[in-house]
C-alpha cells in the first residue's frame, strides 16, 4: 500500500515538466502540466492525470509505504490533487502549519533540546525530531557542571533542576581482605564542596539522570509550543545554497516517520527548511552525511557495562566502588536522585559479552557477586548495556546550512563528565549566531566561529578526559576528582577572531598561547572568558527596590554592553552612539560604584545600576580591566565577554564581525 500527498503548495500558470531520478525530489515551480510520472527502481512508469495548466510551488511532499515497498525505489509523485488507484482516503495525512519552522533539529538528547531552547528563546521557528520512538530512559551522562548550571539560569530550567537534582556524594572505595590484609574502606569527595563566590554563583556540581533532565526540558519546550516529534528518522538532506547572506538557500531533507502501531510502516516527508542542527550522535546521519571527519581511537579492551538498577539496603549517602580494574572485578554503584535506585558501571574482565545480561536475573546475580556490602536487596533493573570507549571528533562543526553537536561531533571516555556539558556548551554556542543570521543582522561568516571556538575546546576535553580515563584504570583516586577545570567555569575563547580585548593591546603583551580549559589563566579577566556575575546591585532605573545580580540583566537573547562610569570617563559620546545598534539584538546598562549613582542619563539607555557592593568593580570582576582605561564590557548572549574596548571605535570594531554592514553604524 502506497499513498501520497502534499501539504501545502500554490498554484500558477507554467510549461511543461516531468520528475524522475532518486535525487530529484520536490522543488517550487514544478510544471503538471496534465500528468506526472512517478517512476519506481523496477516498477515501470505510472501516469497519472492532474489538472492540466498549473504549477505547484511544493513545501512538503511525503509518501507512506512499508518498508518494503520503500526498498523497491517507490519514493515519489506530484501533489496530492487527485487520489490515485492505489491510495485508499484513510491514509491521507494533513500536515499542514500555519508557521513553517525555519531550522529542524535532528536528535532529542540534551545538545538537540538546548539548541532547541536557545533559538526559541530568541524568537526562531524550530522543528525537533526524534527517532526513538518514546522518552529515553535512563541515567547516562548525570553529572552536570556549574558552567552548564549558568546556561541553564539563562534558558529559565535552573530552579526545576536545582529542586530535582542531588548534590554528588563523596565516593566509598570497598577493598577486599588479601593475604595478611584485611578488608577496608576509604572515604573522599570527587566534588570537594566550594562555597560560591560574587563572581561565580554557582560552584558545585550537581547530578541529575538525562531522563529527567529530558523531561524539564520538554516542558520548557511546551511553553514554546514545540514539541518534540518522536519516531521520525532523518533519511538523508540535500542543501542548495548560494552562500550569500540574504537567505536564499535551504536544506531539502528526507524523513521517515516509523509507525508505532503498524511495524515496518513508515510516513515518508521530504521538507525543506532553512537551517538543520545534527543532535543525533556518533553514530547519527547528520555528521556522516556532511562527510566530515570523525578521527581517534576505539579502546575494545575497556568495555564496560552500565546501566541502573534500584537497590534495597545500600547505603544512598555513598558513590560505591568495589574491586579495581586491574584485578577485573571493578563494580561502581552511584546513587540517584531516585529513592533506592543506583547507576552501575562494571568494568575489567568482570564485562563478559556472553553473558546474557538481557536477563535481569542474570544481572542481578552478577552484580551480588561484586558487592561486598551484606543485607541488600537488588530489584528492577531499569536498563542495561554495553559500552565501547570511543574518543574521536570532527574535523568541523558543520558546512554551509548544517551543524552538528554534541555527541554526533565529539565521543570520549565518560570520566570526568565532560560529555553533555561540552555538548550544551556547543549548542549555546551556536543557537545565538544562528539566530542573528536568521534574523538578517548577521553574516554567514559569524557562523564559521562555531567550529573556530568549539573545536579547540573539544580537543582539549578529549584530551583531559583520555588521560583521568588512563589514571581510573590504574586506580589512581584522585582521578576521581571532579573540580578544577572540569567544572568548566575557565573554558573560555580569548584566540576567537570576532573577540576584541583592548586591555590586552594597552598593555603591548604578547600573544597568549590557546588555552581553552583556563589551565594557566593568571586570574584576570579577559575578552573570551565567561563574564563573571555581581550581586549587591540597585537598579536605579526603571526604579526597582528588589536585590539585584548582574546575571539577572544578561540576556541570551541580547548583546549587553555595560558601561562603567569613572570619574575619567562617563562615556558620553557612547551614551549618544549607542541606540543607533538595532534595539532588538542590543541592550546597554549604565553601572556607577556605590554611592555615585547618576540618573541623568539618556533615555534610551535600557537600565541604570549602582555597584552597591562592590562586586562589579572588584579587581576579581570587571575592576581589572576598568583600571586599564577599558571601561566598557561587551557581553555576548552566550555569557561570554565578547569585548573589552575604551569607547565608540572599540564597540564598531567589535560589531563589525557580528553584524551585517548595513546594520553597523559609522
Not at 553533555?420 to 548577521?442: H, P, R, T, V
Not at 573560555?492 to 570576532?498: E, Q
Not at 586591555?503 to 589563566?521: F, L, M, R, W
Request: hydrophobic residues 35%; charged residues 20%.
Amino acid at each position: 500500500m502506497v499513498s501520497m500527498y502534499s501539504d501545502s503548495f500554490s498554484a500558477r500558470k507554467s510549461g511543461d515538466c516531468e520528475r524522475f531520478g532518486t535525487d530529484d525530489w520536490s522543488s517550487p515551480g514544478v510544471n503538471l502540466e496534465g500528468r506526472t510520472r512517478i517512476y519506481g527502481a523496477g516498477q515501470g512508469i505510472e501516469e497519472l492525470p492532474l489538472v492540466a495548466g498549473w504549477v505547484c510551488d511544493i513545501t512538503c511532499l511525503s509518501i507512506r509505504t512499508t518498508t518494503a515497498a520503500w526498498t523497491q525505489g517507490w519514493y515519489k509523485a506530484g501533489p496530492m490533487l487527485w487520489s490515485p488507484p492505489f491510495c485508499s482516503s484513510s491514509n491521507l495525512v494533513a500536515m499542514s502549519q500555519s508557521t513553517s519552522p525555519e531550522v529542524l533539529i535532528v536528535g532529542a538528547g540534551p545538545s538537540g533540546l538546548i539548541a532547541a531552547l536557545a533559538l526559541l528563546k530568541s524568537g526562531v521557528r524550530v522543528r525537533i525530531i526524534e527517532k526513538i520512538p518514546g522518552p529515553r530512559i535512563g541515567q547516562r551522562g548525570s553529572g552536570i557542571m556549574p558552567r552548564s548550571l549558568e546556561v541553564f539560569e539563562k534558558l529559565g530550567i535552573l530552579d526545576a533542576v536545582q529542586n530535582m537534582a542531588i548534590p554528588a556524594p563523596p565516593m566509598k572505595a570497598y577493598t577486599p581482605a588479601s593475604e595478611g590484609t584485611p578488608a577496608s574502606t576509604r572515604i573522599f569527595d570527587i566534588f570537594p564542596y566550594k562555597e560560591p563566590t560574587p563572581t561565580c554563583p554557582y560552584t558545585n556540581p550537581l547530578t541529575l539522570g538525562q531522563d529527567h533532565l529530558g523531561d524539564i526540558m520538554h516542558q520548557t519546550l511546551e511553553a514554546y509550543s514545540c514539541e518534540v516529534e518522536r519516531g521520525i528518522e532523518l533519511i538523508s538532506f540535500v542543501q542548495r545554497d548560494s552562500d550569500t547572506d540574504d537567505g536564499d538557500g535551504y536544506v531539502e531533507v528526507k524523513l521517515a516517520k516509523h509507525s508505532a502501531d503498524q511495524p515496518g510502516e513508515s510516513t515518508l516527508e521530504v521538507r525543506r527548511y532553512s537551517w538543520v542542527i545534527g543532535a543525533d550522535g556518533a553514530r547519527g546521519v547528520v555528521r556522516k552525511s556532511l562527510g566530515l571527519t570523525f578521527l581517534g581511537e576505539t579502546r575494545k579492551e575497556e568495555k564496560l557495562l552500565v546501566g541502573d538498577i534500584f537497590i534495597e539496603g545500600l547505603d544512598q549517602s555513598f558513590w560505591h566502588n568495589f574491586g579495581t580494574v586491574q584485578t577485573g572485578d571493578f563494580l561502581s554503584l552511584r546513587p540517584t536522585e531516585v529513592p533506592s535506585l543506583f547507576s552501575f558501571i562494571f568494568a575489567g574482565s568482570s564485562v563478559d559479552p556472553t553473558i546474557n545480561m538481557d536477563d535481569p536475573n542474570t544481572l542481578r546475580k552478577h552484580i551480588l557477586e561484586h558487592v561486598a556490602v551484606r543485607g541488600i536487596k537488588l530489584k528492577d533493573v531499569v536498563w542495561s548495556g554495553y559500552y565501547i570507549i570511543n574518543v574521536r571528533m570532527v574535523n568541523k562543526f558543520g558546512e554551509g546550512r548544517v551543524f552538528v553537536t554534541g555527541d554526533a561531533g565529539h565521543i570520549h571516555s565518560p570520566t570526568g563528565g565532560q560529555g553533555m556539558n561540552s555538548g550544551i556548551q556547543d549548542s549555546f554556542n551556536l543557537g545565538w549566531k544562528l539566530a542573528l543570521a536568521i534574523k538578517g543582522l548577521a553574516p554567514r561568516t559569524l557562523l564559521d566561529t562555531y567550529t573556530e571556538e568549539r573545536i579547540p575546546v573539544i580537543a582539549e576535553m578529549l584530551d583531559g578526559t583520555t588521560k583521568i580515563l588512563n589514571r581510573t584504570m590504574q586506580r589512581d583516586d584522585t582521578a576521581w576528582r571532579r573540580d578544577g577545570p572540569l567544572t568548566q567555569l575557565n573554558v573560555n575563547y580569548r584566540w576567537s577572531s570576532i573577540v576584541v580585548d583592548e586591555q590586552a593591546e594597552s598593555s603591548a603583551e604578547e600573544e597568549e598561547k590557546v588555552d581553552p580549559y583556563g589551565n594557566y589563566t593568571d586570574g584576570r579577566l579577559r575578552a573570551g572568558d565567561r563574564a563573571p556575575d555581581a550581586p549587591g546591585l540597585t537598579q536605579c532605573r526603571p526604579a526597582n527596590s528588589a536585590p539585584a545580580r548582574l546575571f539577572d540583566f544578561l540576556n541570551p537573547t541580547y548583546h549587553t554592553i555595560l558601561l562603567f562610569l569613572t570619574d575619567d570617563n562617563q562615556h558620553a559620546d557612547t551614551l549618544a552612539f549607542l541606540p543607533r545598534y538595532p534595539k532588538n539584538a542590543v541592550r546597554s546598562i549604565v553601572i556607577s560604584c556605590a554611592g555615585s549613582a547618576n540618573q541623568e542619563m539618556p533615555g534610551d539607555i535600557d537600565f541604570v545600576l549602582e555597584d552597591s557592593a562592590g562586586n562589579a568593580y572588584d579587581c576579581k570582576a570587571y575592576g581589572a580591566a576598568i583600571a586599564q582605561g577599558c571601561s566598557i564590557a561587551i557581553i555576548r548572549p552566550d555569557g561570554v565577554v565578547g569585548a573589552f574596548v575604551k569607547g565608540v571605535q572599540g564597540i564598531q570594531r567589535y560589531f563589525s564581525n557580528i553584524f551585517l554592514d548595513s546594520k553597523v553604524p559609522h
